[in-house]
């Protein structure tokens, strides 16, 4: 089981940037497929964006498209999410998973995730 840890949250003004942290131990992190999920009030979670397990292929919710970039650097055990012109909607507790499979190309399932972090607040104000 891998742990995972996310840090970067925070308030920010609507057009700002954040940069969320995922860092994670235990089993090989290089193995495994990364993702990035959220949870808005009264919502239910949905996927934001998800990284293969070499980094070569990433993909996002359409909600983030051109916005939001998911990246990893596998010699520090760490999944990254660089937020950018950020909207109130973006509002949420954003948190990161690890796929159940190694050498996975990446899901926008949260079922195919096993590991999941603690979660980290955004908040957006306008």
């Known amino acids: 089981q891998v742990q995972l840890v996310e840090s970067g949250g925070g308030l920010v003004q609507a057009g700002g940037s954040l940069r969320l942290s995922c860092a994670a131990s235990g089993r090989a992190f290089s193995s495994y497929a990364m993702g990035w999920f959220r949870q808005g009030p009264g919502k239910e979670r949905d996927f934001v964006a998800g990284i293969s397990w070499s980094g070569g292929t990433t993909f996002y919710a359409d909600s983030v498209k051109g916005r939001f970039n998911i990246s990893r650097d596998n010699a520090k055990n760490t999944v990254y999410l660089q937020m950018n012109s950020l909207k109130p909607e973006d509002t949420a507790v954003y948190y990161c998973?690890?796929?159940?499979?190694?050498?996975?190309?990446?899901?926008?399932?949260?079922?195919?995730?096993?590991?999941w972090g603690q979660g980290t607040q955004v908040t957006v104000s306008s």
């Open positions: 998973a690890a796929e159940k499979s190694r050498y996975g190309l990446g899901s926008r399932q949260s079922a195919d995730f096993g590991s």
